[in-house]
């Protein structure tokens, strides 16, 4: 019989007794209560008991203890991403682990966020912040936490942690901070900047303003104090800062602006951030000036949306999602023995990679049989997508310029050769979208797949500057016409278990028929877009 507390739990997991796992852990975790292993294996018997709330509880005090345990940070986001997971569950949270679990970058942060968000806002004194709010005006809530003393809110590491990390998920929040923004720099006096607290606090905003591309909105008042800076207030570290909080660097610093030039700026807390800052964009600049073009970039569609992206990459993402196994995955879409490409070197095409996070994503799941190029429109967005590769330390990927339409005709070394090709949010927003895939299908192999992801003509309202929304009669068409195979959706678990509660006589994928008319019925079933397999037959 084993001997521990936590082999006997083990042993009461393999036999499917998870009543007396949970005893037996909770005894381990109580004689060893700093052992995060321990605390995740506790964590993982609750969750399947239905416990979540004590299941979160334990995988944050599990991350406090050991930050580094990817696998609690993992589990942690999806059971934050459960519909079953109550908006009160989050009360016993350990808020030093769940701030652990934003640094995770393969894992679902905004999950997280979202969760440490609630917490926040639930907290005493931003409930009272947002009273005062909605009750008065934002402004004067502003005041109330900054402007002659730093409320210990603005100190919270969590809160800290968030705006350095996340998007917001809080309207309310964002009110507010777009609110402290414009009282620091209308009615702060300059001395209160020698406080650390409000600096720490102002320099992690501007790490937030970097995350929403500058987002909030701005007063008339505001316009005009910055429109009117000179040379002497630009010299001022706290000038500087008060305006990097609305405009990217270079439009404040100057475009000429590198990190050396920025090494005795002050305070220090502003300094490392835009050193830091101003090496990544050089770096990203100087990856897209070298970025090789396919062909050329003709169409004016093509030529339009290019533009759009060399302006504003986006989105400027630091996170992946990486499943523990892809293989079991595929595998549900395909069939084990289609899946088994995976055992041998493949090459893979990701069209319209944009800023990189699902080159990234792809890169790690496929491995390192897997050779990858990928493809967009706008250099900008492909220097910051292979600064990111890097990052990841993602090695099997070359990327390049092109225009898909003309990719097949314009490198005849591509025809047939892509044993799988990912089309994820790129096709609607070409002139043609039936004419893009037709020129992908050109570079697919004999048999190869593909990962289509389109927008819902249901779903979808607002449009992009070259948006077309598409119908699963219309997408069902042209799989018949070209002699494509369905494989099937890629969608959350309950959604499926809906449709096969719906169609119970379906067998998988289900029909595109049966799709349309379940879409027919929850509209927002396909909000992101309609994400689905395919196979050439």
């Given at each position: 019989?084993p ?8 042993a ?6 998870l009543?007396?796992a949970?005893q037996c852990?909770s005894?381990?975790?109580r004689?060893?209560?700093s ?10 018997v609750l969750?399947?008991?239905?416990e979540?709330a004590a299941a979160?509880?334990?995988l ?6 050991d930050p580094n345990?990817e696998e ?16 009160t569950?989050h ?16 894992v ?9 968000v609630?917490?926040l806002?639930t907290g ?6 947002f ?5 008065q ?6 005041r ?11 100190k ?11 998007t917001?998920s809080?309207p309310?929040?964002e009110?507010l901070l777009?609110a402290?923004r414009?009282v620091l720099l209308l009615e ?11 600096v720490s606090?102002a320099v992690?905003m501007?790490?937030?303003c ?12 505001e316009e ?11 010299e001022?570290?706290h000038?500087?800062?008060?305006h990097?909080l609305y405009a990217p660097l270079r ?6 602006a ?14 490392e ?12 600049r100087e990856r ?11 169409g004016?569609t093509s030529?339009?949306?290019a533009?759009f992206y060399?302006?504003?990459?986006y ?8 499943s523990r196994?892809?293989?079991a995955?595929?595998?549900r ?9 995976l055992e041998r070197?493949?090459?893979v095409l990701?069209?319209?990679c944009?800023?990189g996070?699902q080159?990234v994503?792809?890169?790690l799941h ?12 706008s250099?900008?967005?492909l220097?910051?997508?292979?600064r990111m590769a890097e990052?990841?330390?993602?090695k ?8 898909l ?10 025809a047939?050769?892509?044993q799988l090709i990912?089309?994820?949010?790129v096709?609607?927003?070409?002139a043609e979208?039936f004419?893009?895939?037709?020129a992908?299908l050109r ?9 289509i992801?389109?927008?819902s003509?249901?779903a ?17 068409r042209f799989?018949?016409d070209e002699r494509?195979?369905?494989r099937g959706?890629q969608l ?9 509660q719906?169609?119970a006589?379906e067998?998988w ?5 049966n799709w ?8 927002q079933?396909?909000e992101?877009?309609?994400?689905f397999?395919c196979?050439?037959?």
């Open positions: 019989m001997g521990s507390w936590s082999e006997r739990g083990s009461a997991v393999d036999a499917g007794d009543g007396l949970k852990f005894r381990a975790v004689d060893e209560c052992n995060a292993r321990h605390r995740f294996h506790l964590a993982v969750e399947g008991l239905g979540l979160a509880r334990e944050t005090q599990a991350l406090r203890l345990r609690a940070a993992r589990r942690l986001a999806a059971l934050f991403r459960r519909p079953d997971f109550g908006a569950d009360d016993e949270l350990n808020v030093v682990g769940l701030r652990h679990g934003l640094n995770h970058v393969r679902d942060q905004k999950a997280i966020a979202n969760v440490a609630r917490v806002v005493r004194s931003l409930k009272n912040a009273a005062t709010g909605q009750a005006d934002w402004l004067e809530a502003a109330r936490l900054c402007l002659e003393r730093t409320s210990p809110i603005l919270d590491e969590l809160l800290l942690e968030v705006l350095r990390t996340s917001l809080s309310e929040l009110s777009t402290i414009r702060m006096v300059p001395t209160r900047f020698c406080d650390h607290a409000l606090f992690a501007l790490q937030q970097w995350i929403n591309q500058f987002v909030w909105a701005v007063s008339e008042e005009a104090a910055l429109a009117r800076p000179t040379k002497e207030d630009l001022a570290g000038c500087i800062l008060r990097c439009r404040v610093l100057g475009d000429d590198v990190p050396e030039a920025c090494s005795r700026l002050e305070p220090r807390a502003l300094r951030v835009v050193v830091h800052r101003l090496a990544m964009e050089r770096n990203e897209a000036a070298r970025m090789p073009l396919l062909g050329d970039i003709d004016a030529r339009r949306v533009q060399e302006e504003s990459p989105p400027r993402w630091s996170t992946v999602i990486i196994d892809h293989r995955t595929l595998a879409f395909l069939g084990e023995e289609r899946a088994a490409f070197p493949f090459e990701i069209a319209g944009g800023t996070q080159v994503q792809s890169a496929y491995g390192p049989n897997a050779r990858i190029l990928a493809l967009d429109l250099a900008a967005s220097g910051y997508a292979a990052s990841f330390g993602v099997n990927v070359e990327f390049a310029r092109a225009d339409e003309t990719l097949a005709t314009a490198e005849a070394r591509f047939g050769r892509f990912e089309a994820v949010g096709l609607h927003h070409m979208p004419a893009g895939w037709r992908l570079c697919l192999a004999p048999h190869g797949l593909m990962r992801g389109l927008y003509a249901i979808r309202r607002n449009l992009h500057v070259c948006e077309h929304r598409l119908a699963l009669a219309e997408i069902a799989l018949e494509l195979t369905f959706f959350p678990k309950e959604s499926q278990a809906m449709f096969w719906r169609f006589l067998t994928p289900g029909s595109l028929a349309a008319r379940f879409e027919e019925e929850r509209p079933l396909f992101n877009m309609y994400l397999w196979e050439k037959t």
